[in-house]
């Protein structure tokens, strides 16, 4: 089974302030990890994923995020916000296998706010 | 390519109805996987289809159902409306449905069940 826990329903950061978004996982298998926004009235665009090789990923949008194994998390971090980055943002889990085809598991979700 | 495309985007039904949603993926894409979103229980994976084949189904009562035609596009159909089933509708397509391949996601059908 596979689940995903966002630290945090609210983020509120200055602009140009460093956005830290916390994601851990449980994962019965070798997880796929993912970051997704998601704008009012929208579906959901990927901002990175990790698979496997290079624990440190980069995103679009100046987003990265980094897998530790160790630690279970795939924590997402932008050095400098911007008024557009306000959104809500969702982790999520896959993985392989016939039980977990077609699925992605997702944390609750965390809307970052901007202020000016 | 274009992206994943959703019919319709908004939508009115009473409780008893039963409603279809369609959903057509990006082009190559033979997997899709439909997703109700609510501000009460998240992102909840409903099924997904590969290959016109239910490969793997959500937690969901069998008033939820889906199908997919030749041309990888699917539909979702929910029998006997209630209240609660009220929520955001995602379709999202990938190649193969691996989990190691990304998840591209249509804008959602708005389902409003009076």
């Known amino acids: 089974a596979q689940s995903v826990t966002q630290l945090g329903s609210h983020v509120s950061v200055s602009e140009g302030a460093l956005v830290l978004l916390r994601c851990n996982y449980s994962s019965s298998v070798p997880p796929y990890l993912f970051w997704y926004v998601q704008y009012p009235n929208q579906g959901l665009q990927l901002l990175l994923k990790y698979t496997t090789g290079a624990t440190l990923v980069k995103g679009i949008n100046g987003f990265e995020a980094e897998f530790k194994k160790s630690e279970t998390s795939f924590h997402l971090t932008k050095p400098s916000a911007h008024m557009s980055d306000a959104a809500e943002y969702f982790c999520a889990v896959s993985g392989a296998g016939d039980t977990n085809a077609g699925k992605s598991t997702f944390g609750d979700g965390t809307t970052l706010t901007v202020k000016p | 390519k274009a992206g994943v495309t959703q019919t319709p985007r908004y939508l009115i039904k009473t409780r008893g109805q039963q409603v279809t949603l369609s959903c057509s993926p990006i082009?190559?894409?033979?997997?899709v996987s439909w997703y109700q979103q609510t501000p009460g229980q998240g992102l909840q994976f409903l099924f997904e289809y590969f290959s016109e084949t239910q490969r793997n189904k959500g937690n969901f009562p069998g008033r939820f159902s889906g199908r997919q035609f030749s041309n990888s596009r699917s539909e979702m159909n929910v029998s006997t409306l209630e209240l609660g089933d009220s929520a955001l509708y995602l379709c999202?397509?990938?190649?193969?449905?691996?989990?190691?391949?990304?998840?591209?996601f249509g804008p959602g059908t708005r389902l409003l069940v009076l």
């Open positions: 082009s190559g894409h033979r997997s």
């Open positions: 999202a397509s990938s190649l193969d449905g691996t989990g190691r391949e990304t998840q591209y």
